[in-house]
């Protein structure tokens, strides 16, 4: 948490020292977001995977306040988890389980013109989650493990985004193609020395279109 805090406190910091306006105007956006997420948990002791599919999306606002840099908020109903497979070749032993957030990711963006309509965007900064439910997918294994009717133990979910993509700008809106990476700091589970996993972190890989169908200029 005290990451997170020191993250947002640089991003509003880097913010105040670039909101300088030298003849530009401000912008504000306002849209929705979807797409898909790619998602393991990292386990320590590891516990081999596959990428597990999900979807995901919410509501987007952003705030260009300098030529090529701006502040880029989401709030987001996202499914992560993680899926096993020991028995690569028979596809027996598999086993998967969902994990439902809510996600506010606070990001500084940044984006250089390749022409009149067209940017290309690289957003970065702390995303902060909290876990709404989980979900069982798949149980067909010869010997389960205890993890597996573990509930989870730890709500909220803290880390670090980025995420680089393409924005067409048109008459009806503007569309930002992008693909994200998102590194969870905190674990899903306990993590002391008795406890099962010394390490229990999402990471998601997710591709998102967002749809700013408002654009203001002051």
């Known amino acids: 948490m005290k990451r997170v805090i020191s993250g947002l406190l640089f991003l509003f910091t880097t913010w105040t020292v670039f909101s300088q306006n030298n003849g530009f105007r401000p912008e504000w956006s306002y849209g929705a977001n979807a797409g898909i997420a790619l998602s393991q948990v990292h386990f320590n002791p590891r516990v081999l995977q596959q990428m597990l599919c999900k979807g995901t999306g919410g509501l987007t606002v952003r705030y260009i306040s300098e030529k090529n840099f701006g502040i880029q908020v989401e ?3 996202a499914v992560r988890g993680w899926k096993e497979q020991t028995d690569t070749v028979r596809f027996f032993n598999h086993y ?9 990711p606070l990001m500084t963006q940044f984006y250089a013109d390749l022409g009149k309509k067209t940017r290309f965007i690289f957003n970065a900064g702390p995303q902060i989650g909290y876990n709404i439910g989980a979900k069982e997918l798949e149980r067909d294994i010869n010997v ?39 590194f969870g700091l905190s674990d899903i589970f306990n993590n002391r020395r008795s406890d099962i996993f010394q390490a229990s972190s999402n990471q998601v890989i997710s591709i998102k279109l967002t749809y700013f169908f408002r654009i203001f200029e002051r």
């Open 75 to 77: 709030v987001n109903y």
């Open 144 to 182: 389960p493990y205890d993890y597996y009717d573990l509930p989870i133990q730890k709500k909220i979910d803290y880390g670090l985004c980025g995420g680089m993509g393409v924005e067409v700008r048109t008459k009806p809106g503007a569309f930002l193609l992008e693909g994200r990476y998102y």
């Open 96 to 104: 998967a389980r969902s994990l439902t957030y809510i996600e506010l």
